[in-house]
């Protein structure tokens, strides 16, 4: 695994490696993110509410609305310390990249599935973080949306303007398509995937996430690289 990458894990699950240590000590508001985590992971959005984040925390909504005003609030600081830890992981290998010069289409990709795919590797905890990720990602509440979009806006953003550079070639609707076969590649496999390989009969615990990391951005490079010679009998007369 990358250095970043494990920093990446390390800082995502550094705070609640410590509160479970400290369970008799741990505060309250670690409690509730703990606890908010966990509803989250199995109940979504919409279904996880305030006071049964309360019950599983093993505390009062009085003493939750001390560090919180509502559940929006709560869930601005339960998605951050998730998204954060990524993020930063991504955009130092960007940087990296960038540092080097021009990046290559397939040292982008790497650099952006690896410190994501990562979180499928290691304890628990970093498990717990990963799943909490890919749920916001994929949830269909229009207030968790809002809450996910401006933290993976930047990121995002920049992953953009890196592939635009790496593939001149492609006009702007085309560009479109290679951006969302990549954002989908970057989320299926991480939401759905134990699904697809239920049905497909693979383990999916089994994976090396690792060598995953590596092998989509391949299977990415090989079509993002087509040129004009791809293009359909349609598009040629045009």
């Not at 800082?11 to 509803?39: I, K, P, T, V, Y």
């Not at 290998?93 to 990046?103: N, S, T």
């Not at 001149?168 to 398509?177: G, I, K, N, S, Y």
């Amino acid at each position: 695994m990358n250095k970043s990458d494990s920093s990446a894990a390390a800082a995502a699950n550094g705070s609640r490696g410590r509160g479970a240590s400290e369970r008799g000590g741990e505060s309250s508001r670690e409690r509730f993110l703990d606890a908010a985590d966990q509803l989250f992971i199995r109940e979504g959005y919409d279904r996880c509410t305030i006071r049964a984040i309360s019950a599983a925390a093993g505390t009062s909504l009085a003493v939750l609305s001390r560090h919180w005003d509502n559940k929006q609030q709560l869930f601005e600081e339960v998605f951050k310390r998730h998204f954060d830890p990524i993020h930063s992981a991504q955009n130092a290998r960007f940087d990296a990249l960038e540092a080097k010069g021009e990046p290559a289409l397939r040292a982008i990709l790497e650099a952006f599935f690896s410190p994501a795919l990562a979180g499928n590797i290691g304890p628990l905890e970093q498990r717990t973080s990963h799943l909490v990720y890919c749920r916001a990602l994929m949830d269909p509440s229009p207030e968790a949306r809002a809450i996910a979009r401006p933290l993976v806006r930047a990121t995002r953003s920049r992953l953009i303007r890196l592939l635009r550079t790496a593939l001149p070639h492609l006009d702007e609707t085309r560009f479109f398509l290679a951006m969302s076969t990549v954002l989908g590649a970057y989320i299926y496999p991480q939401v759905n995937g134990p699904r697809l390989a239920e049905i497909m009969d693979v383990e999916f615990g089994k994976i090396d996430w690792a060598s995953a990391a590596l092998i989509i951005p391949h299977f990415l490079e090989a079509g993002l690289r087509a040129d004009s010679a791809t293009r359909t009998p349609l598009e040629r007369q045009m």
